[in-house]
């Protein structure tokens, strides 16, 4: 095990090395000259020269990238060209709405999801299946920004249950603040528990069909408890790759929703922060969504080796 989780840092290490060059150069060809953006058309070229060098942009790229990466690495991402703070309070701040909402996103996923599918699976071939299925491809074909203007018109225009939009902040207390991330909480999670659905409903049927299901159920075992007891855990490692994309998903891909529903979270950042050329936001964000991307990856390969100890052995 210890070999195992060795080898998955290294690789997450020299894949997060990796992106941080990639990210610094895509955003290095991107056209228009951030100094120019904030100062104006008008601005002379000595202004915006004394601001190039204010903000860093005067050094060559190899310069540039390893002053931004060394100060990565000691977690100092600068301060915002835009709102002339340090980023890493915006990121803070930004964090505090999007990561609750794409953990209660995944929640509402799994909780929908994994039920479905094992409702599916067990009556492969009937009407339930066919139904269960036909609902679940439709939610996958349907994008979530669809799902929340619906959500909208039913929820907070018609029953006027909940609110269209904005967030009152957790200072406003618990249940208000909860109350603003249910309804993009649900139209992430629909379209992400459609998917999750139909790979637990295809990973079940697989596991159904072992030796060792038939002999549970020749000796007697309840289905119930040969469904959830023996065949979902057997099937649980699709499921939980699907479960653990979903998360970096949710949390890397919420700026449409967050746009629809008006959350400062950190997909609104990140869409302001291009429109607006600052740089340096873009960078630190979109590396933060890069490692949680990769530190998600390195628990799912993990718990791998929990659900099934030989994956470890063999690594």
Known sequence: MTAYLAKRLA?????????????????????????????????????????RQQ?????????????????LLSLDLGRSYTYSV????LITERLAVSL????????????????V??????????????????????GVAVPNFWFAL??????????RWLPAGGFPGWSAG???ALKALILPALALALPQAAILARVTRSALIDVLSEDYIRTARAKGMPWRKVLWGHALR???????????????????????IENVFYLPGLGRLIFQAITQRDLIVVESVVMLLVATVIAVNLIVDLSYALVDPRLGNRA
């Open 11 to 51: 690789i997450a290490a020299i894949t997060l090395a990796l992106a941080s060059v990639v990210v610094f150069a895509v955003l290095e060809i991107v056209p228009g000259d951030p100094a120019r953006v904030m100062l104006g058309m008008n601005a002379s070229e000595a202004q915006v020269e004394q601001l």
């Open 55 to 71: 903000m860093g942009l005067d050094g060559g790229p190899v310069q540039r990238y390893l002053h931004w990466s060394g100060n």
């Open 86 to 89: 340090p980023v890493i309070d």
């Open 100 to 115: 609750p909402l794409a953990l209660i996103a995944l929640a509402l996923s799994t909780a929908i999801a994994i039920p």
């Open 117 to 138: 599918g094992l409702y599916a699976a067990s009556r492969r071939g009937r009407a339930g299946d066919a139904i269960s299925m036909g609902a679940a491809q439709l």
């Open 150 to 159: 619906l959500l909208v018109y039913l929820f907070a225009v018609w029953l």
């Open 174 to 176: 618990i249940w208000p």
């Open 234 to 256: 057997n099937a649980l490692i699709p499921v939980v790759t699907i479960m653990g994309l979903q998360f970096a998903f949710l949390l890397a891909g919420t700026i449409i």
